[in-house]
């Protein structure tokens, strides 16, 4: 389960573009919409899902492993 949570919070550290502003954030700041896009704390709306929630039901074996290619 350790592992788990490790891999969880390295996943939620790598940036990801708002598609309502287009600013950059961490993915563990932000909303996923139904079509797999991701929204920041000022442009989402009640239908999507915080990284919290989406976090839970990732499958982590489809994930890339950690390494230093990731910026």
């Known amino acids: 389960m350790e592992d788990h949570q490790i ?3 390295d996943f939620g550290k790598r940036v990801q573009r708002c598609y309502g502003c287009f600013i950059a954030y961490h ?6 919409g139904e079509d797999v896009t991701f929204f920041c704390e000022h442009c989402h709306d ?4 915080h990284f919290d929630q989406f976090s839970k039901l990732m499958d ?8 230093g290619h990731h910026h």
């Open 46 to 49: 009640d239908t999507m899902f």
């Open 27 to 32: 993915l563990k700041d932000m909303y996923l």
């Open 60 to 67: 982590l074996s489809k994930l890339d492993p950690p390494g």
């Open 7 to 9: 891999s969880i919070e």
